[in-house]
């Protein structure tokens, strides 16, 4: 049974230090990536869900909470879920850490697989 995700190669582990964030580019699609203090990696779309803002523009602080610049809504930048307010989510890509580099699984705008 072959893995019926596609990892794709975003950067070295060394290019983004922990406890820091950055977006990055991998073909025309863009992702944040969230090194978590402790050593996990989280990948986000890179906007906020409110109404679209850059998520780099914000704020990363020593707790894990990733605040966006235009409304200060916050997020967990562990799991994505709303901290202020609750009820919403950063959209995550699929990550893994793996030979010192980072890969994310995009979604595919194609076709639907059905079973």
């Not at 050593?39 to 890179?46: E, F, I, Q, S, T």
């Not at 909470?65 to 409304?71: D, G, Y």
């Amino acid at each position: 049974m072959g893995d019926s995700q596609n990892f794709h190669k975003v950067c070295s582990l060394d290019d983004i230090w922990e406890g820091e964030m950055d977006v990055f580019e991998v073909g025309d699609q863009e992702v944040l990536l969230v090194h978590i203090e402790g050593g996990g990696v989280r990948a986000y779309v890179p906007v906020c869900p409110h109404q679209d803002h850059p998520l780099i523009e914000g704020d990363l602080d020593g707790k894990c909470i990733l605040t966006c610049s235009a409304h200060l809504w916050q997020f967990s930048a562990d799991s994505g879920e709303g901290v202020n307010p609750t009820g919403v989510s950063l959209n995550a890509y699929p990550v893994k850490v793996e030979d010192g580099a980072v890969f994310v699984v995009f979604p595919t705008a194609s076709k639907a697989v059905n079973a």
